[in-house]
């Protein structure tokens, strides 16, 4: 069935480091992809999305890229901040487009 | 602007007890989604709602029950509540027009079954 595996956490960095964040889907055909955030004690909101190959989601400095022959869609940043710091999640829509499959989390740590 | 709310925000149960978690959204959305979230698991899906009057298991639906009161309103319900149900409980909707539509989350809720 469909999944989604990201890289474990916690990753901590330093302020302005160069983020990444590794996932990787697998998925029958090419379902549309998503990174949510979760800041501490509220629900996950919508970072960035892509919803074809090759497509690049951006938003608040992040980016992502849709890379259908690595079935990847790294997240990335070039400068973090410490409000930066939370759990970040990997999504996909399921094939039937009922549903969205999340990985487990990585959770970011930015210190000053 | 309340866009999805859960209640109750905070729980304590003895095992064997019942409750039911309530959750609303105002965005006229058709498709709506209970997940819980545990430490090294991230999100699994309960139970989802594609549209008023129908629901379907997702993951994790055992020791739970749903019902979709109306195009508003989704609620989870476990019966007998177990230990292993202790977790934070997240309700979302979707408008489940177009297969791509934004997945909005309430607040979450604590649930601690003793």
């Known amino acids: 069935g469909d999944s989604v595996t990201q890289m474990e956490g916690p990753v901590t960095l330093s302020e302005e480091a160069f983020l990444t964040i590794n996932c990787t889907y697998t998925?029958?055909?090419?379902?549309?992809l998503f990174w949510y955030v979760q800041y501490p004690g509220e629900g996950l909101q919508l970072l960035l999305k892509?919803?074809?190959?090759?497509d690049k989601g951006s938003n608040k400095g992040f980016e992502a890229t849709y890379r259908k022959e690595t079935t990847s869609f790294h997240l990335e940043k070039g400068s973090v901040q410490v409000s930066d710091s939370a759990v970040y999640f990997c999504?996909?829509?399921?094939?039937?487009?009922?549903?969205?499959?999340f990985g487990k989390g990585t959770t970011l740590s930015v210190s000053s | 602007n309340a866009g999805v709310t859960q209640t109750p925000k905070f729980q304590v149960l003895k095992t064997g007890q019942s409750m039911t978690l309530q959750c609303a959204q105002d965005?006229?959305?058709?498709?709506m989604y209970w997940y819980r979230q545990d430490p090294g698991m991230g999100l699994r899906l309960i139970y989802y709602?594609?549209?008023?009057?129908?629901?379907d298991k997702g993951e994790v639906p055992n020791g739970y029950n749903v019902s979709r009161l109306n195009k508003r309103e989704f609620s989870l319900r476990l019966e007998s509540a177990a230990p292993s149900q202790t977790s934070v409980y997240f309700c979302?909707?979707?408008?489940?027009?177009?297969?791509?539509?934004?997945?909005?989350f309430g607040e979450g809720s604590r649930l601690t079954v003793l």
């Open positions: 979302a909707s979707r408008s489940g027009t177009g297969g791509i539509g934004e997945l909005f």
């Open positions: 998925a029958t055909g090419y379902p549309s």
């Open positions: 892509a919803t074809k190959a090759d």
């Open positions: 999504a996909l829509l399921n094939q039937a487009g009922t549903a969205l499959i």
């Open positions: 965005m006229n959305h058709n498709s």
């Open positions: 709602s594609a549209s008023e009057g129908t629901t």
